[in-house]
């Protein structure tokens, strides 16, 4: 059984920093593809990072370009979300997803597996 869990959400102000951890147990983490997405209250899951298996190949969503950061440690079956500069429009729960796929892209449906997800929020 997969189990994906998510931890290092909280509360910042405006203009700091968080670094989200998902540690994935259950098979063998570098042969997934990895994702993060976030949900809003009212709003849609929204796509935010991903990360191929091998961790060579990343993107990002246009609302976090340039200032979160996906990365991987194969070695310790953990995928990272360093969120710097962070707006009060980044308030979301934030959910880590794994492909079985090399490469899944921004797409919800290639994405097999979920955590619970984690609260962030950013104040103003």
């Known amino acids: 059984q997969v189990q994906l869990v998510e931890s290092g959400g909280g509360l910042v102000q405006a203009g700091g920093s968080l670094r989200l951890s998902c540690v994935i147990s259950?098979?063998?983490?570098?042969?997934?593809?990895m994702g993060w997405f976030r949900q809003a209250p009212g709003k849609e899951r929204e796509f935010v990072a991903t990360?191929?298996?091998?961790?060579?190949?990343?993107r990002y969503g246009d609302a976090v370009k340039g200032r979160f950061t996906i990365s991987r440690n194969n070695a310790k079956n953990t995928v990272y979300l360093q969120m710097n500069s962070l707006k009060p429009e980044d308030t979301a729960v934030y959910f880590c997803?794994?492909?079985?796929?090399?490469?899944?892209?921004?797409?919800?449906?290639?994405?097999?597996?979920w955590g619970q997800g984690t609260q962030v929020t950013v104040s103003s």
């Open positions: 259950g098979r063998t983490f570098s042969n997934y593809a």
């Open positions: 990360i191929s298996s091998s961790g060579s190949i990343t």
């Open positions: 997803a794994g492909s079985t796929y090399d490469w899944a892209g921004f797409s919800i449906g290639n994405y097999e597996y």
